[in-house]
């Protein structure tokens, strides 16, 4: 079987120990821009990187169109294994699967390669730009105001009522936003809940506003990728990213204003 382990968690982690043969796949520098963007204020802790350096990481890491991928990370899925299954899934490729624990990677999933092998290198997907809803924050400014859309914030609720802020600079959440924290859509043992249950959470959320009407964010644009991803699963689709999230927001509304176009 044609299958690549993606491993997101921390370059520490990876180094300490990982399943055998599982690549890293590095939020920093692979998963996003962040160690070129030098300023957070302009798309955020974590932007995308061009499609075109995606597609061609894609080939290094030697997955084709028929290759089953299948990624972790030590965060229940949240930091950055939806991540790499939105990015991969917003260029058209379409077989990965999330693990929300990495030590699921079971016997019977292991690929018959020793750690050493040598990953073929594949020819990028063909694809014009991200083929998954984003939105700028110019954009989240107006929808925030419209009461046809919802822009979820899917940080942990003590964030969001701003009584801690642990990386940025500012503490709260988006005027006009919801929350519903990316935990949510696991269970007690951490795995995420049914399709059902997940349904049932996300209509009562939304209400009668379609999930195409759905914008998601947290803190830079990774987590979101959970709740993305739990909606999939839900067979709720066409809900936007923000990307930059409130890493991007706070740092141009410091003081209540709105961001300026």
């Known amino acids: 079987m044609d299958v690549v382990i993606l491993d997101a968690r921390s370059a520490?982690?990876?180094?300490?120990?990982?399943?055998?043969?599982?690549i890293h796949a590095d939020l920093e520098t692979q998963l996003s821009s962040a160690s070129t963007n030098a300023d957070p204020a302009r798309g955020g802790r974590h932007p995308l990187p061009p499609v075109e350096q995606w597609l061609r990481q894609i080939a290094e890491w030697?997955?084709?169109?028929?290759?089953?991928?299948?990624?972790?990370?030590?965060?229940?899925?949240?930091?950055?294994?939806?991540?790499?299954?939105?990015?991969?899934?917003?260029?058209?490729?379409?077989?990965?699967?999330?693990?929300?624990?990495?030590?699921?990677?079971?016997?019977?999933?292991?690929?018959?390669?020793?750690?050493?092998?040598?990953?073929p290198q594949r020819?990028?997907?063909?694809?014009?730009?991200?083929?998954?809803?984003?939105?700028?924050?110019?954009?989240?400014?107006?929808?925030?105001?419209?009461?046809?859309w919802r822009i979820l914030d899917v940080r942990a609720a003590e964030r969001f009522?701003?009584?801690?802020?642990?990386?940025?600079?500012?503490?709260?959440?988006?005027?006009?936003?919801?929350?519903?924290p990316y935990a949510e859509n696991l269970n007690a043992d951490g795995q995420f809940k049914s399709p059902q249950e997940l349904r049932r959470m996300y209509e009562a959320l939304l209400g009668d506003v379609p999930p195409e009407r759905l914008v998601v964010h947290c803190g830079s644009g990774v987590t979101a990728c959970h709740t993305l991803l739990a909606l999939d699963m839900a067979c709720l689709h066409g809900a936007s990213l923000y990307v930059g999230s409130w890493g991007e927001w706070c740092r141009n509304d410091r003081h209540g204003h709105h961001p300026h176009s």
């Open 12 to 22: 520490g982690a990876y180094a300490a120990g990982h399943f055998p043969g599982a």
């Open 161 to 180: 009522r701003g009584e801690t802020e642990p990386i940025d600079p500012v503490a709260g959440h988006i005027p006009g936003a919801i929350n519903l």
């Open 62 to 119: 030697g997955i084709g169109p028929s290759t089953r991928v299948i990624v972790y990370d030590d965060a229940n899925g949240a930091n950055a294994a939806a991540r790499v299954w939105w990015m991969l899934l917003a260029v058209g490729h379409e077989n990965v699967e999330v693990l929300t624990h990495w030590k699921d990677v079971s016997v019977e999933r292991r690929p018959l390669r020793p750690s050493s092998f040598r990953w």
């Open 123 to 148: 020819p990028p997907l063909h694809r014009d730009g991200w083929q998954l809803p984003t939105v700028s924050m110019q954009q989240v400014d107006r929808l925030r105001l419209d009461p046809t």
